[in-house]
């Protein structure tokens, strides 16, 4: 089990939890005072009301909600967002619209997740070349179509 502390400055709003108990993402929740329009093609800044304390080793990742997107046109900018273990002030999402209707938030709507991943402590080391694979350095699509 992993604990992490959290710090919810909304007391209106719900601890985020996960929605089922397969469910990898805590839902994370809009903390705005009043309704915010996001337009068709634009983006806005949505917090969460929260902070957390993530363990080293760890880091959240921010990511949409299927519901929204499919539904509406909504996802996040740069998804998955990235919470590093070090960071401890209020998580925000920016939220876009990629649908042709404005979109209204309001104070509690369910508007991304979070979820928590390992990071493992990694160095990087230069070398003059790597190793051959197959694929080698075949970029987009050289996979194959199927």
Excluded: W
Aim: aromatic content about 4%; overall charge negative.
């Amino acid at each position: 089990m992993l604990t992490i502390h959290i710090t919810n400055r909304c007391d209106d709003l719900a601890t985020p939890v996960k929605a089922s108990r397969g469910a990898a993402g805590f839902d994370l929740r809009a903390a705005v005072d009043q309704p915010l329009v996001v337009q068709p093609g634009s983006r806005s800044l949505v917090p969460t009301g929260i902070s957390i304390a993530i363990p080293p080793g760890y880091e959240g990742q921010v990511r949409p909600r299927s519901g929204l997107a499919i539904k509406h046109g909504i996802s996040l900018v740069n998804s998955p967002g990235t919470i590093d273990s070090d960071y401890r002030g209020e998580i925000s999402v920016i939220v876009i619209n990629h649908g042709d209707t404005a979109f209204t938030i309001h104070r509690g709507d369910r508007i991304a997740q979070l979820v928590i991943c390992a990071v493992p402590e990694l160095s990087l080391i230069e070398v003059d070349a790597l190793p051959d694979t197959d694929r080698g350095a075949g970029g987009f699509g050289s996979s194959g179509e199927r």
